[in-house]
């Protein structure tokens, strides 16, 4: 069992800042690449940023230079600092991990695909 929990979203102005959080639990062997997505209502699912175990990153060109992805190896944890938000932001922002997992009896298994359950982060002109 692994879950992946995000937090930090909420309500901000244009022109603000906030900081999302995702930490992974359970039955983790390793982590490979985090990323952070985003849906919009009626929209698609996009990718925000993703960032790779020796610490690279990509950016959507849409949050480049404002939004900056980094990670905890040791917490499991991946963060994502938007600043200079704007109303188009405004999405349910999912965090995501490929994870190795370790079963009971020392077995691992992976990789596999795992999303949190989403945190809203609503701008507001």
């Known amino acids: 069992q692994v879950q992946l929990v995000e937090s930090g979203g909420g309500l901000v102005q244009a022109g603000g800042s906030l900081r999302l959080s995702c930490t992974g639990s359970g039955s983790i062997f390793s982590i490979n690449v985090m990323g952070w997505y985003r849906q919009a209502p009626g929209k698609q699912r996009e990718l925000v940023a993703l960032?790779?175990?020796?610490?690279?990153?990509t950016y959507a060109d849409s949050v480049k230079g404002r939004f900056t992805i980094s990670r905890d190896n040791a917490k499991n944890s991946v963060y994502l600092r938007m600043n200079s938000l704007k109303v188009e932001d405004t999405a349910a922002y999912y965090c995501?991990?490929?994870?190795?997992?370790?079963?009971?009896?020392?077995?691992?298994?992976?990789?596999?695909?795992?999303w949190g359950q989403g945190t809203q982060v609503t701008v507001s002109l």
């Open positions: 960032i790779r175990t020796g610490g690279s990153s």
């Open positions: 995501n991990a490929v994870v190795f997992v370790e079963t009971s009896g020392g077995v691992r298994r992976g990789p596999y695909n795992f």
